[in-house]
């Protein structure tokens, strides 16, 4: 059996999230990574020009990102941002895999808000306990700890496709884009016998159909709104997503 442990006792090394680098478009930008790891994404968006902060609970993890990062902080997230965050700002900040470890949210969302620049952008991924595996899991009667994946015995959060958004949105974001990722059902047999692509057209369908079934990660795009947007009267907000309502088009003379 596979205990809880704290995040500051673990490192994560992995490949970098390439879903969470797709989404930032902006050249140069100013990117805060919010639960850093090993570094790995910091060393990818430094490549490409961008120049990134990260912040990490963990010291071996903090010595690997030096490297890469402009500035790294050590620091409890359950307090919100570090002070010295506090003062900078930033055109991205990107959350992958960190707010599943934060038992209160609340605070490091609200300090997020404080430092993106307008127009900003939040970049979250989660795993999705309402994965099909995970369902059977607990269909079985099964809820054990693992040392990674979606049951990793540092999580103290679980979020589902819908949950993931109302977390974002009492916080002054309008979510841009709210999608999942993931692969096929028996991904290790029909990689054998389709092509990428093909594989990649059927998980499109099937995410049609439930993106909290099929999905294994939880992807958002998430833009600050401004706190006095709200006098604008072209805003307007909606029961689940907020979005900014176009003007109406200028007549043809």
């Given at each position: 059996?596979?205990?809880?442990?704290?995040?500051?006792?673990?490192?994560?090394?992995?490949?970098?999230?390439?879903?969470?680098?797709?989404?930032?478009?902006q050249p140069g930008s100013t990117i805060l990574d919010?639960?850093?790891?090993?570094?790995?994404?910091?060393?990818?968006?430094?490549?490409?020009?961008?120049?990134?902060?990260?912040?990490?609970?963990?010291?071996?993890?903090?010595?690997?990102?030096?490297?890469?990062?402009?500035?790294?902080f050590l620091h409890d997230l359950e307090r919100g941002?570090?002070?010295?965050?506090?003062?900078?700002?930033?055109?991205?900040?990107?959350?992958?895999?960190?707010?599943?470890?934060?038992?209160?949210?609340?605070?490091?969302?609200?300090?997020?808000?404080?430092?993106?620049?307008?127009?900003?952008?939040?970049?979250?991924?989660?795993?999705?306990?309402?994965?099909?595996?995970?369902?059977?899991?607990?269909?079985?009667?099964?809820?054990?700890?693992?040392?990674?994946?979606?049951?990793?015995?540092?999580?103290?959060?679980?979020?589902?496709?819908?949950?993931?958004?109302?977390?974002?949105?009492?916080?002054?974001?309008?979510?841009?884009?709210?999608?999942?990722?993931?692969?096929?059902?028996?991904?290790?047999?029909?990689?054998?016998?389709?092509?990428?692509?093909?594989?990649?057209?059927?998980?499109?369908?099937?995410?049609?159909?439930?993106?909290?079934?099929?999905?294994?990660?939880?992807?958002?795009k998430a833009r600050k709104v401004d706190l006095h947007?709200?006098?604008?009267?072209?805003?307007?907000?909606?029961?689940?997503?907020?979005?900014?309502?176009?003007?109406?088009?200028?007549?043809?003379?």
């Amino acid at each position: 059996m596979v205990l809880l442990r704290k995040s500051a006792d673990k490192v994560y090394i992995n490949t970098g999230n390439q879903d969470i680098v797709h989404l930032i478009d902006q050249p140069g930008s100013t990117i805060l990574d919010v639960g850093c790891g090993g570094g790995i994404l910091a060393e990818i968006l430094s490549s490409k020009g961008h120049t990134v902060d990260g912040i990490t609970i963990s010291p071996k993890e903090y010595d690997a990102t030096q490297q890469y990062a402009r500035h790294i902080f050590l620091h409890d997230l359950e307090r919100g941002l570090p002070k010295e965050a506090m003062q900078l700002s930033y055109d991205y900040i990107v959350c992958s895999h960190i707010l599943e470890h934060i038992v209160y949210p609340g605070n490091l969302l609200r300090d997020i808000h404080k430092v993106l620049k307008p127009g900003g952008c939040l970049l979250v991924a989660l795993p999705n306990i309402m994965h099909y595996k995970s369902r059977l899991k607990l269909l079985g009667g099964n809820f054990e700890y693992e040392e990674t994946g979606i049951w990793d015995n540092t999580h103290v959060k679980w979020y589902t496709f819908e949950s993931a958004k109302k977390l974002l949105l009492p916080h002054q974001f309008s979510i841009e884009l709210a999608t999942v990722t993931g692969e096929l059902p028996f991904n290790s047999l029909f990689s054998k016998i389709l092509p990428s692509g093909v594989r990649k057209i059927i998980f499109g369908l099937l995410i049609k159909i439930s993106k909290g079934f099929f999905g294994y990660q939880l992807l958002l795009k998430a833009r600050k709104v401004d706190l006095h947007a709200e006098k604008n009267p072209r805003q307007k907000r909606t029961g689940h997503l907020s979005f900014i309502q176009p003007a109406p088009a200028k007549p043809q003379e």
